[in-house]
């Protein structure tokens, strides 16, 4: 490549869907929460299993 | 789609249908922005650079990154239930100007709820989970610790019945700090996964709305005891949140002051109100992306000062966050989401509470509204036609839909102001994001 560096793209995923995430609404505020400030929680439960649950 | 935007001297792609972010210099930037039919001037780029630039958007494109072909379908939702909001109080301890459940009382008498109605919600939420396992409910008001004795109870009783089932409650408790006493704190710290702290930053700001309901401010009391609560807290999640409105436009400054208290989660939330003095106006949104831009500056310089702290909104995660199907899904309010006011009724979500056009059932029996429930489980990003020339579609979602229903009449029709915002919003966090590559890279 001689002018564009790729910064993110998304990691592959064994799982999507799962909905085991939670609700957009839960997280910060109220208002104007949305998607994508979240995170895959599969991915954080399985990283630690015993914080969130299995 | 793709997205060419710029942030001072760096310039960003943004591939909508691979979700990958790119840094580019800034003749890419401009070539590819005459790709897109944009009106610029390339009179100055050499023949030289266009073959290079050519060849790195084959390459991408090649690669699945660059004019990459979006999803066009959401998934089929389940009709599994996986979290409420329990209005455990509609009563509160503050009379706060900007407050849309008016000022605690959600425009019926004030109330408490009582055990037996939040068990009641408990059972409804468990029943109705399906294969879920993770299950959250938020403890909403008014103010939620001035029926401090039913969350407690109904936390207890969750937890049992959960675990009967093989199942497990995450609980989240906003609040407006005023009853945080130590042993308030001790359980939420114990029982709760996340706690959000309701403080709008400097004291003037805080105190110029949100007040006792005999006029006097209450910031002094609420930061003293929040302080206390997040020290104690440690590595347990928690949020302060505050909220601006026309009288802080400045509100860059609420959050920095939040970090110097020692607050290091934070999120600042544009008001939601009709009040004309405070409400955010589209003249606003110019000063408003000026202010974003500076919290974004400072949030870096803190970050590689080593006194980085959290903010909400610059939290956009392309390489690990949600998956697909989560980000078209939209907000799960109605469908998934539900809230419980004190009565027993049920309503898509707080934000419609009270509302008798939004009723849906009663945790006392009975089925819910079909007809409501199918608008909010056929929404999703793709019924929302205002979003699909967005780039930050995939992100947001489409948004509140309370917000968009409040606003324009519909919960699939999107409220300019709030997606100008979000907009901005997500080109910082995507600045962020490589701000921080950067460092990583030893190049910052």
């Known amino acids: 490549m001689n002018k564009i560096k790729t910064i993110a793209r998304p990691a592959a995923r064994k799982v999507t869907g799962c909905g085991e995430c939670r609700s957009t609404c839960q997280s910060a505020c109220k208002t104007s929460c949305t998607v994508g400030n979240q995170s895959c929680e599969r991915i954080t439960r399985e990283a630690d299993p015993e914080k969130i649950g299995k | 789609m793709v997205h060419v935007f710029s942030y001072k001297d760096k310039h960003y792609i943004y591939d909508t249908g691979s979700s990958s972010l790119h840094e580019c210099d800034g003749t890419a930037a401009l070539l590819l922005r005459e790709k897109l039919g944009e009106p610029v001037d390339t009179s100055a780029v050499t023949p030289a650079e266009r073959r290079a630039c050519e060849e790195d958007f084959a390459e991408l494109e090649r690669a699945g990154l660059l004019f990459k072909e979006e999803v066009k379908e959401g998934p089929a939702k389940s009709g599994e239930v996986k979290a409420l909001c329990l209005h455990i109080c509609h009563d509160c301890n503050l009379r706060c100007r900007y407050c849309f459940a008016d000022e605690g009382a959600y425009h019926a008498r004030r109330e408490f709820m009582s055990l037996e ?6 059972d409804f939420l468990i029943e109705n989970s399906g294969g879920r396992k ?9 103010e939620p610790l001035m029926n401090f004795g039913v969350v407690k109870e109904t936390v207890l009783y969750a937890k049992e019945k959960a ?3 093989g199942k497990k409650f995450l609980f989240t408790l906003t609040t407006n700090g005023l009853l945080l006493k130590d042993d308030v704190a001790e359980f939420l710290n114990a029982e709760f996964e996340n706690v959000v702290l ?3 930053g400097r004291k003037e700001v805080h105190d110029a709305v949100r007040k006792t309901p005999n006029g006097k401010g209450s910031f002094d009391l609420a930061i003293e005891n929040m302080k206390k609560f997040v020290r104690i807290r440690g590595d347990k999640k928690y949020y302060v949140r505050g909220t601006f409105t026309a009288k802080n436009l400045d509100f860059s400054e609420d959050v920095l002051f939040l970090a110097d208290n020692g607050f290091d989660s934070i999120s600042m939330e544009p008001v939601v109100t009709d009040l004309a003095d405070l409400a955010i106006t589209e003249d606003m949104l110019p000063r408003i992306g000026q202010e974003y831009d500076r919290l974004c500056d400072a949030f870096l310089a803190r970050e590689a000062a080593g006194r980085g702290f959290n903010f909400f909104h610059f939290n ?4 690990g966050g949600p998956c697909l199907a989560k980000r078209v899904s939209a907000c799960g309010a109605g469908n998934e989401y539900f809230s419980v006011v004190p009565n027993g009724d049920i309503y898509p979500c707080h934000q419609f509470a009270g509302d008798p056009a939004f009723r849906m059932g009663s945790v006392y029996g009975g089925t819910l509204d079909e007809g409501i429930r199918a608008k909010f489980r056929d929404s999703c990003l793709f019924t929302r036609k205002k979003c699909e020339n967005c780039f930050a579609k995939f992100i947001c979602s489409g948004g509140c839909s309370a917000n968009n229903y409040h606003y324009n009449g519909d919960i699939d029709e999107p409220y300019a102001i709030t997606c100008a915002m979000m907009k901005k919003r997500v080109e910082d966090a995507m600045h962020i994001l490589a701000e921080r590559k950067r460092r990583e890279a030893g190049e910052g």
Do not use: N, Q
């Not at chain 2, 109605?117 to 408990?122: D, L, Q, R």
């Not at chain 2, 993770?134 to 008014?142: H, W």
């Not at chain 2, 956009?316 to 390489?319: F, I, N, P, Q």
């Open chain 2, 163 to 165: 675990a009967a089932r």
């Open chain 2, 117 to 122: 109605t939040a068990k009641k919600a408990i």
């Open chain 2, 316 to 319: 956009v995660d392309l390489e």
């Open chain 2, 198 to 200: 309701s403080l709008d």
């Open chain 2, 134 to 142: 993770v299950l959250e409910t938020d403890f909403f008001g008014g």
